[in-house]
T-cell receptor, first 113, second 114 residues
Framework: GAGVSQSPSNKVTEKGKDVELRCDPI?????LYWYRQSLGQGLEFLIY????????KSGLPSDRFSAERTGGSVSTLTIQRTQQEDSAVYLC???????????FGPGTRLTVT | AQSVTQPDIHITVSEGASLELRCNYS??????LFWYVQSPGQGLQLLLK??????LVQGIKGFEAEFKRSQSSFNLRKPSVHWSDAAEYFC????????????FGTGTRLKVLA
């Protein structure tokens, strides 16, 4: 079966523009996570969706960041008014209800110029 | 606060040598523990996990890790490293109460000398 997919794989945007990053989780996985990986840093938790529960947004760094998950499947991470410090690799992971292992997508490399 | 520490940012070993990557965590209960590997241009792949039971866990690619509660550690080991093991390794803790979260260390980059 297909793994977690993310699009685009690379995104270059100008400072101040909005961007949308997409994640397609593994079918049947109810949990979905977004992380940010900056150069030389570990994975920074951003947001967690589990089934129909309210998402855990505690990791979002500012109100410029938001995420949706439609129909319990595809998720979109939106960054408004991008800043240079938003440049990073954004990783999506999905799993069956935790605790369980996560399956990671290949990531979207975002570069803000 | 929960945290994961990987004290070694870079490690270099010769092919065929043994390897140990350190991971220490801070958590108020027994956590779920994971090691992931990220090869260049690849997504993160699970090497092994510990949920309960035997504290020595075996993973893929010949890796193993030992959970030591008294030391709050979950070090990753391999008896003989292969050149293809060159990658970045992440230790992660899964919380076991409240909202499930996974906390990752900052990673250890492994270089293998031929």
């Amino acid at each position: 079966g297909a793994g977690v997919s993310q699009s685009p794989s690379n995104k270059v945007t100008e400072k101040g523009k909005d961007v949308e990053l997409r994640c397609d989780p593994i079918s049947g996985h109810t949990a979905l996570y977004w992380y940010r990986q900056s150069l030389g840093q570990g994975l920074e938790f951003l947001i967690y969706f589990q089934g129909n529960s309210a998402p855990d947004k505690s990791g979002l760094p500012s109100d410029r960041f938001s995420a949706e998950r439609t129909g319990g499947s595809v998720s979109t991470l939106t960054i408004q008014r991008t800043q240079q410090e938003d440049s990073a690799v954004y990783l999506c992971a999905s799993s069956i209800p935790p605790p369980s292992r996560q399956y990671f997508g290949p990531g979207t490399r975002l570069t803000v110029t | 606060a929960q945290s994961v520490t990987q004290p070694d940012i870079h490690i270099t070993v010769s092919e065929g040598a043994s390897l140990e990557l350190r991971c220490n965590y801070s958590y108020g209960a027994t956590p779920y523990l994971f090691w992931y590997v990220q090869s260049p241009g690849q997504g993160l792949q699970l090497l092994l996990k510990y949920f309960s039971g035997d504290t020595l866990v075996q993973g893929i690619k010949g890796f193993e890790a030992e959970f030591k509660r008294s030391q709050s550690s979950f070090n990753l080991r391999k008896p003989s490293v292969h050149w293809s093991d060159a990658a970045e390794y992440f230790c992660a803790v899964g919380t076991t109460s409240g909202t499930y979260k996974y906390i990752f260390g900052t990673g250890t980059r492994l270089k293998v000398l031929a």
